[in-house]
């Protein structure tokens, strides 16, 4: 068996545009008919960019490989013109195409890939949402004072909806605005709204309901320690990404000044670069992204280093569903597993691109038992709402805001 041919779509993600403005996803077929589906994470480029960067790679290397020689086709991407180094854009190439693979293997075998990287441990896995606006979008156009993602007290009204329909855990990140010029001292203001959220969003949802503090990667390490103390006596399950994710020997710095847990790895890619974080012991819980780190059997490769660690994988998601999909194969047969990111429940479009959505009860996900990544993309969707655009998947601020 080999991959005969593939083809790729950009997907436009409608209003209200949470998971991101676009989708990339890539399928591979076998010449025995096999299909197998990948979705890229990388917002380093234009959607138009990373679709050709995606063209080339598969053409260059997976047409006439046998899916699965996974290995192979990992270290021939990974280096590719002379890389082999944690390149996020090639890597998150990599993972679609690897992911396509194991869902080609799994139908090849009639078992979910979960089956074949060690087996299901879990029968449901625990999942939490980002606090999201009711209605508008997650991109308004003006500055709203009211919007769930400045003001407490709409996001406190907002949590209880989410309470409601079974979720017992929620992220937010309002410590302002993240720049290209991060990370900086907090302001007074930021550290006042920091812990008017988790006030707030604590005494509104109890003690029950997990907070998981989002920031990316905004502050120095004297300011993620002030934030931090502001935090402490609400306490939230996790603080992330407090400063930049390259430097994890200053993440390390905050993670021994508060007895908050740290998480980081959303920007992380390939065992290398979380071998470091858990070396250098910068945080407990790792947010892989399947559709950046590297795929599959890497990420498998990163959570027995974080056992070994006595850290844990909160697989991350803010893109579309198909990575959804990998990262319930991944947790499912993870013994290390923690808490899953979804959007909302899996319904809207993430839900429509599917023949078969994703299965969510009461707060849980329950893995599908069909074989592969246990979906399918409904490619009508997906050829029906093309992207042209040309802005990118996530855009930091580009001028200092501190």
């Not at 944690?86 to 979960?114: F, H, Q, R």
């Not at 309901?209 to 920031?215: A, K």
């Amino acid at each position: 068996m080999v991959i005969k041919e593939f083809e790729t779509f950009v997907v436009a993600n409608p209003p209200p545009h949470f998971g991101g403005r676009y989708f990339i996803f890539i399928k591979l077929v076998t010449d025995t008919g096999i299909v197998g589906y990948g979705e890229v994470y990388c917002a380093t480029f234009s959607a138009t960019t990373v679709e050709s960067m995606l063209q080339d790679t598969a053409e260059r290397y997976a047409v006439g490989h046998d899916p699965f020689h996974i290995e192979t086709l990992w270290r021939r991407v990974y280096g590719s013109g002379y890389n082999l180094r944690p390149d996020v854009s090639l890597v998150s190439i990599l993972s679609a195409l690897e992911m396509a693979c194991w869902d080609i293997v799994g139908k090849a075998c009639g078992k979910p890939a979960y089956e074949l990287l060690g087996g299901r441990v879990h029968d449901r896995l625990r999942t939490y949402t980002y606090i999201y606006p009711e209605s508008g979008d997650v991109y308004p156009e003006v500055d709203d004072p009211d919007h769930v993602y400045v003001n407490p007290y709409r996001a406190a009204e907002r949590a209880l909806d989410y309470v409601a329909m079974g979720f017992n855990a929620l992220k937010f990140d309002p410590a302002g605005p993240y720049t290209v010029f991060d990370g900086g001292m907090p302001t007074g203001y930021e550290l006042e709204r920091s812990a008017a959220f988790m006030r707030l969003i604590r005494e509104a949802v109890g003690n029950g309901v997990d907070l998981l503090f989002g920031t990316h990667g905004q502050f120095s390490t004297a300011g993620a320690i002030r934030l931090a103390r502001q935090i402490e006596p609400y306490d939230p399950l996790w603080f992330e990404e407090p400063v930049p994710p390259d430097d994890t020997a200053q993440m390390a710095t905050v993670a021994r000044a508060t007895s908050i847990p740290i998480a980081t790895g959303e920007r992380l890619c390939t065992k290398y670069e979380f071998a470091r974080v858990l070396q250098d012991r910068a945080a407990a819980i790792l947010q892989l992204n399947l559709g950046r780190v590297g795929g599959l059997l890497e990420a498998k490769k990163i959570a027995s280093i974080a056992e070994v660690h006595s850290a844990q994988i909160a697989p991350h998601l803010y893109c579309g569903p198909i990575v959804g999909a990998a990262n319930i194969q991944l947790a499912t047969c993870t013994p290390n597993f923690l808490i899953l990111e979804g959007i909302e429940t899996w319904g809207g479009f993430h839900a429509t691109l599917l023949e078969t959505r994703i299965r969510w009860e009461e707060g849980y996900v329950i893995p599908s038992t069909e074989p592969g990544l246990g979906v399918s993309l409904n490619e009508k969707v997906a050829r029906e709402n093309p992207y042209s655009g040309g802005a990118l998947h996530l855009q930091m601020g580009s001028h200092p805001v501190r």
